[in-house]
């Protein structure tokens, strides 16, 4: 699937990977939140954060918004339980249904409020049909 990011997003992939050395598969700039989310390559988060977060801390100092930072997968179960991060996942389960696909995920009730918010959930169902094609994400 063909990921399309505007001038602006891909200033900050530049920015970004420049500062931290990992190479992102995507970005999206969020109009609703100050926030700039990424997807970074498999094996690229220690790169992307940095020794004590000092990376993080860099690129927030230079953008001057939040940052949030997500490792891909190419596992469909796996990249979205990556999105959840730092919520406590006990269980992600992908089924298909009519050629969709469904995501159902177990998160621990300390975490439901937090992880079932409207920005959170949006962010999530995005990324994961952008990379995936996940038609739904449930959770429970």
Sequence with gaps: MEVK??????????????????????CIAS?????I???????DMGLAIGKKGTNIQKV???IG???EVFEYSDDPAEFVKNLFHPYRIKNVLLTENEGKKIVHVDIDDRDKAMANGRNQMMKVKMLAKRHHKISDIITR
């Design 65 to 67: 918004k939040k940052v």
């Design 31 to 35: 109009k609703y939140e100050n926030k």
């Design 5 to 26: 990011l505007s001038a602006e997003e891909i200033r900050y992939i530049s920015l970004f990977e420049k500062i931290t050395g990992a190479f992102i598969k995507d």
């Design 37 to 43: 989310v990424f997807v970074v390559k498999k094996g």
């Design 60 to 62: 927030r100092q230079v």
